[in-house]
């Protein structure tokens, strides 16, 4: 495999995922029994193979990933890899499949595998937009925790314990379990021209997807990218680093394991500044701290922001900021009270006053409803599950008109 990579080109961020802690801690989205593919939580994955879908933002003839043990206790043995192109179901585009050399993952470490040519990309890389890559591997031995994001949004598949051979095949006969999280890869990369840069959408389930469409791909995120593929912007790579559950200032260190993930200022550099060509970041965020689990006030909230917003813009980062929708009335347990209202308009208010972020989008305009305070009734809803709506997150209709306001703010 050659390593040679052509010049007036760089790495950029197509995918991501955050990592948010070890299986099964993490808040999920129609996730099947995992009973019979994963029996013991503490060993993980045994001699097992996975594969994983991955949609690029934008599509390259050079690709590399990021794989994940930082939540792991003893190194990932991962054998078998390879990046092919998803056809369906478990299964590969014959002849697509692109083997990798395998990779030890030290605990608690992350590790780029080489750069990978993709000599099955047509003449336009444009015509692949939204198609998908699969990265396959088998696990050699016991995984231990396996690094997870449990809101994938997105089907990937596992084998049964033991079987180490489904990894190296395009069929998807040896994959009976599914899985809606994504396992030991955080990022993807592309080589792309020097003018390419990633925005980085940085947040909680607003941002992660609760209440979208599983495998619709319309996460405001998702909409945002096909948006700016519609008007021939090819320059900018949309990711999601949001997780469902996460919190700006909380938990406090030392607290334990959280289904939200590592607070937001602690998980920054790792999971948003570590990426690559990343100009803008778009954070929106605030709700589950001012929630009854949460309890944080807005002042403490704002000045958690601001000093993050300057790490970012130590970087060179262009950081992009939102007002919080309502959950008032929300029959999510913990939210929907008028003291998280109250101080999720005084976070609004500071937003609105300018300075805090470099621009920011007035997301509360777009989906609260003036009239009741609460979230919008044509938002409000599941559009996965097909069930009245929480209160809290936006379906796939308020994601659209969260992605309509962004793209409006984008130079």
Same mark, same amino acid.
């Given at each position: 495999?050659?390593?040679a990579l052509p010049?007036?080109s760089?790495?950029v961020? *197509?995918w991501a995922?955050s990592?948010q802690g070890a299986?099964? *801690?993490?808040?999920?989205?129609?996730q099947p029994?995992?009973?019979?593919a994963l029996?013991e939580?503490?060993?993980g994955?045994?001699?097992q193979?996975?594969?994983?879908?991955?949609r690029?933002a934008?599509w390259s003839t050079r690709?590399r990933?990021?794989?994940s043990n930082?939540f792991?206790?003893?190194?990932?043995?991962l054998?078998?890899?390879?990046? %092919? =192109?998803h056809?369906?179901?478990?299964? =590969?585009v014959?002849g697509?499949?692109?083997a990798?050399p395998?990779?030890?993952i030290a605990?608690g470490s992350?590790e780029?595998?080489? +750069?990978?040519?993709? +000599?099955?990309?047509?003449?336009?890389?444009?015509?692949?937009? @939204?198609?998908?890559l699969?990265?396959?591997?088998?696990?050699?031995?016991?995984s231990?925790? &396996?690094?997870?994001?449990a809101k994938?949004?997105?089907t990937?598949y596992l084998?049964?314990?033991g079987?180490q051979?489904? #990894? *190296?095949s395009?069929?998807?006969?040896?994959?009976p379990h599914t899985t809606?999280s994504?396992?030991?890869i955080? #990022?993807?990369?592309?080589?792309?021209?020097a003018e390419?840069?990633?925005l980085?959408?940085f947040?909680d389930?607003l941002t992660?997807?609760?209440?979208?469409?599983?495998?619709g791909h319309d996460?405001?995120?998702?909409?945002?990218q096909r948006?700016l593929?519609? *008007?021939g912007?090819q320059d900018?790579?949309?990711?999601n #680093?949001? &997780?469902g559950?996460n919190?700006? &200032?909380?938990p #406090?260190p030392?607290?334990g394991?959280?289904r939200? %993930?590592?607070?937001a200022?602690?998980? =920054?550099?790792?999971?948003?500044?570590?990426?690559? +060509?990343v100009?803008t970041i778009f954070w929106?965020?605030?709700i589950?701290d001012?929630s009854?689990?949460?309890?944080a006030?807005a002042?403490?909230v704002t000045?958690?922001m601001?000093q993050?917003v300057?790490?970012?813009?130590a970087q @060179?980062?262009?950081?992009?900021?939102a007002t919080v929708?309502?959950?008032?009335?929300s029959?999510?347990?913990?939210?929907?009270?008028e003291?998280q209202?109250n101080?999720?308009?005084?976070f609004?208010?500071?937003?609105?006053? @300018? %300075?805090?972020?470099?621009?920011?989008v007035?997301l509360?305009?777009?989906?609260?409803?003036?009239?009741t305070?609460?979230l919008?009734a044509a938002?409000?809803?599941?559009?996965t599950?097909?069930?009245?709506g929480d @209160?809290?997150?936006p379906?796939?209709a308020g994601?659209?008109?969260?992605a309509r306001?962004i =793209?409006?703010k984008?130079p």
């Amino acid at each position: 495999m050659s390593t040679a990579l052509p010049s007036g080109s760089h790495w950029v961020t *197509v995918w991501a995922a955050s990592a948010q802690g070890a299986y099964p *801690v993490g808040s999920t989205i129609a996730q099947p029994d995992l009973s019979s593919a994963l029996p013991e939580m503490t060993q993980g994955l045994v001699n097992q193979s996975l594969r994983m879908v991955l949609r690029p933002a934008l599509w390259s003839t050079r690709f590399r990933l990021r794989l994940s043990n930082r939540f792991g206790d003893k190194p990932l043995l991962l054998r078998g890899m390879s990046l %092919g =192109l998803h056809m369906g179901g478990g299964a =590969l585009v014959p002849g697509t499949r692109i083997a990798l050399p395998d990779q030890t993952i030290a605990a608690g470490s992350v590790e780029w595998t080489p +750069a990978i040519p993709w +000599a099955a990309l047509p003449e336009s890389a444009q015509s692949m937009q @939204g198609r998908s890559l699969a990265f396959s591997a088998w696990v050699e031995g016991a995984s231990g925790p &396996i690094t997870w994001h449990a809101k994938a949004m997105a089907t990937s598949y596992l084998s049964k314990p033991g079987d180490q051979n489904a #990894a *190296v095949s395009d069929s998807e006969l040896g994959f009976p379990h599914t899985t809606t999280s994504s396992f030991f890869i955080d #990022a993807l990369d592309a080589w792309l021209s020097a003018e390419v840069c990633t925005l980085a959408a940085f947040g909680d389930s607003l941002t992660d997807g609760t209440a979208t469409t599983l495998n619709g791909h319309d996460r405001w995120t998702d909409v945002l990218q096909r948006e700016l593929s519609a *008007v021939g912007r090819q320059d900018v790579a949309v990711v999601n #680093a949001g &997780i469902g559950g996460n919190q700006v &200032i909380g938990p #406090a260190p030392g607290a334990g394991p959280w289904r939200g %993930g590592p607070a937001a200022t602690e998980r =920054l550099t790792r999971d948003v500044l570590d990426l690559s +060509a990343v100009r803008t970041i778009f954070w929106l965020q605030g709700i589950n701290d001012f929630s009854d689990n949460g309890q944080a006030e807005a002042a403490a909230v704002t000045e958690a922001m601001a000093q993050s917003v300057q790490r970012m813009r130590a970087q @060179g980062v262009r950081v992009m900021g939102a007002t919080v929708p309502s959950a008032l009335g929300s029959t999510r347990p913990g939210h929907g009270s008028e003291r998280q209202d109250n101080r999720r308009r005084a976070f609004n208010a500071e937003v609105r006053k @300018g %300075g805090l972020f470099d621009d920011f989008v007035d997301l509360d305009l777009a989906l609260t409803d003036p009239l009741t305070g609460r979230l919008h009734a044509a938002f409000n809803g599941d559009s996965t599950l097909g069930e009245p709506g929480d @209160g809290l997150h936006p379906n796939r209709a308020g994601h659209a008109a969260m992605a309509r306001c962004i =793209l409006q703010k984008l130079p």
